[in-house]
């Protein structure tokens, strides 16, 4: 089956401790992107990578950090100057942000709590 | 800066009644637009999209879209609500210069009464 996997599923994180979120994909896709969703604000982008070894930031990147070596792989950091991570965290891919009408697909998620 | 407002937070529909969904977006040029469902605990699952062509774009699940360039609008519509179709649904807005930029709506919340 093709698609976006994320884990954990649940993710607990304590005072001080950086914690990391995995997002794999096997469709081939050049597009990653990581949001972040809180009740009542909808989704916010946090980081995205239009081709291996390359990152932007998105809007709300502070506290974050993202690597990705691998086509297929974009693993998410919540580091500890993060001051309140609990959230739901969606991970997502597209074919490719060059030409346009590209369409995002989305993992099943990842909520991360603060012990 | 592109923008999307859904003016309803939580919508109550009966099991068999029309529903329609309102989103209002802010894009100085022709948008890319997007409606997701998502449900409790779950991803976003494409519903419909527009990028050009028919205004009315037919979706899955039933659902179908209209792209009203005069009224900055595009709102899901369905003829029948099912029970399953309880969710939480957002519409986005991405650029015609790839679709980084995607902005989401605050959401919509979906609940069927039998």
């Known amino acids: 089956d093709g698609g976006i996997t994320q884990s954990p599923k649940y993710l607990f994180r304590k005072e001080g401790q950086n914690v990391t979120l995995s997002c794999e994909q096997n469709?081939?896709?050049?597009?990653m992107y990581w949001y972040r969703q809180d009740p009542g604000q909808g989704l916010r982008l946090i980081y995205y990578?239009?081709?291996?070894?390359?990152?932007q930031k998105g809007d709300i990147a502070e506290g974050y950090s993202v690597s990705r070596e691998k086509k297929e792989s974009f693993p998410l950091t919540v580091t500890s100057a993060q001051k309140n991570p609990t959230a739901f965290y969606l991970c997502?891919?597209?074919?490719?942000?060059?030409?346009?009408?590209?369409?995002?697909?989305f993992g099943p998620g990842t909520r991360l709590l603060v012990l | 800066a592109q923008s999307v407002t859904q003016p309803d937070i939580h919508i109550t529909v009966s099991e068999g009644a029309s529903l329609e969904l309102r989103c209002n977006y802010s894009y100085g040029a022709t948008p890319y637009l997007f409606w997701y469902v998502q449900s409790p605990g779950q991803g976003l699952q494409l519903l419909l999209k527009?990028?050009?062509?028919?205004?009315l774009v037919q979706g899955i699940k039933g659902f179908e879209a209209e792209f009203k360039r005069s009224q900055s609008s595009f709102n899901l519509r369905k003829p029948s609500v099912h029970w399953s179709d309880a969710a939480e649904y957002f519409c986005?807005?991405?650029?015609?210069?790839?679709?980084?930029?995607?902005?989401f709506g605050t959401g919509t919340r979906l609940t069927i009464i039998p």
């Open positions: 990578s239009q081709i291996v070894n390359d990152f």
């Open positions: 469709l081939n896709h050049d597009a």
């Open positions: 527009y990028f050009s062509g028919d205004t």
């Open positions: 997502a891919s597209s074919i490719s942000r060059q030409t346009g009408e590209e369409t995002q697909y």
């Open positions: 986005a807005v991405g650029s015609n210069f790839g679709n980084e930029k995607l902005t």
